[in-house]
């Protein structure tokens, strides 16, 4: 597997764990809606050709009057072939402060599988409606090497029937070492299928690019995504 970084040893046996551990958080969290206004957690899994991957996206206001917010995303890729410790797990969890209509600041920690955790600093953009979603979330990554990183996901759900949905999802990533300035990790995500009340599903595509180098890796499959 080409990839921008070394793994750690130690999430050969412990990332599995990790992700675990956020979905018993996850539960708790539906567990204490009355504490804040939630928006639906939607928890999605792909079975491609050479991989697992695990997306969820926890997006909570402390109260229906504060600006103050929590926005959290789990993203996981996970081998068939778990020799190598290859498992990319990565875990953002970052504070929102809604400034302005639907422009947030943000700022928190990310896990990620190699580096460790990493301060971040940023701004959002969210705007949702039935039909469309938009997310961008360009930041900075205060590393030995600061790095930056973009991240957007488009939604288009136009309603079919009074029981599906055409569900499409374009979802990019591009982070760049500012101190190398170079290339660092990429990718570009496709979805389309149906939705029918919560549950969605479909095929996927992953196109995963890393280093300097822009080494491509495919990762072909299905996948199905419940709202919760």
Do not use: C
């Not at 597997?1 to 539906?30: D, E, G, R, T």
């Not at 498992?87 to 990310?110: C, D, H, R």
């Not at 599903?201 to 499959?221: H, I, P």
């Amino acid at each position: 597997m080409a990839k921008s970084y070394n793994s750690p040893i130690v999430f050969k046996y412990y990332s599995k764990y990790i992700l675990l551990l956020f979905l018993l958080i996850s539960a708790f969290s539906l567990a204490q809606e009355k504490l804040y206004k939630r928006a639906p957690l939607p928890i999605e899994i792909m079975f491609g050709n050479d991989k697992v991957n695990y997306l969820s996206i926890l997006d909570l206001q402390f109260n229906e009057k504060s600006k103050f917010g929590y926005f959290g995303v789990v993203s996981a890729l996970l081998p068939y072939q778990n020799e190598d410790a290859s498992n990319q797990i990565v875990i953002n969890n970052l504070l929102t402060y809604n400034f302005k209509g639907n422009f947030y600041a943000t700022a928190g920690l990310q896990y990620h599988y190699a580096k460790g955790l990493i301060p971040v600093a940023g701004f959002q953009y969210f705007r949702a409606s039935p039909k469309w979603l938009f997310l961008f979330n360009p930041g900075l990554q205060f590393t030995e090497n600061t790095n930056f990183e973009g991240v957007g996901i488009i939604e288009y759900k136009p309603k079919i029937s009074d029981k599906f949905r055409l569900y499409t999802r374009l979802q990019g990533l591009y982070n760049y070492n500012f101190n190398t300035s170079t290339h660092d990790r990429s990718f570009v995500y496709v979805r389309g299928g149906i939705t029918i009340n919560k549950l969605s599903f479909g095929v996927g595509l992953n196109l995963d690019y890393y280093t300097s180098l822009r080494k491509r890796e495919e990762n072909l499959g299905i996948f199905i995504q419940h709202l919760f």
